[in-house]
């Protein structure tokens, strides 16, 4: 579904339904990317882990972190992982668009 938002705002997006997938095809290809857009909870690996190992292959790339359970984690973690903005799920196309904005264009 929001790869579809992203879409509809004008952006290419790559969905990748695991995250060892995504951070493999990160590794290859780090160039091909401008930002990352991960959920904390997924199978194998949390969104504020994934963070921290994009920033380690692209330093600058911004990451924006997904959650639904804004209780899990604290704010200290997500400093602490590089994160750069949090949204909480279900997000609504227009926060997603000043986000990515606000991001892209620092």
């Known amino acids: 579904m929001l790869g579809e938002m992203l ?13 060892r997938n995504a951070l493999n095809l990160f ?3 780090p160039e091909r990317f ?3 857009i991960v ?3 997924m199978p194998a690996l949390r969104g504020t882990e994934l963070a921290g190992q994009l920033l380690q292959i692209k330093n600058q790339i911004p990451v924006i972190l ?3 359970h804004g209780g899990l984690i604290t704010l200290d973690q997500i400093r ?3 994160v750069r903005a949090t949204l909480i799920k279900p997000v609504l196309k ?3 668009l000043l986000v990515l904005d606000r991001l892209l264009n620092q």
Do not use: F, K, M
Request: charged residues 20%; contains cysteine.
């Open 7 to 19: 879409r509809h705002l004008g952006y290419l997006s790559v969905i990748c339904n695991d995250p």
């Open 27 to 29: 590794a290859r290809t």
């Open 34 to 36: 401008d930002a990352a």
């Open 39 to 41: 959920d904390e909870i």
């Open 66 to 68: 997904l959650t639904g």
């Open 80 to 82: 602490a992982s590089g």
């Open 94 to 96: 227009g926060q997603l």
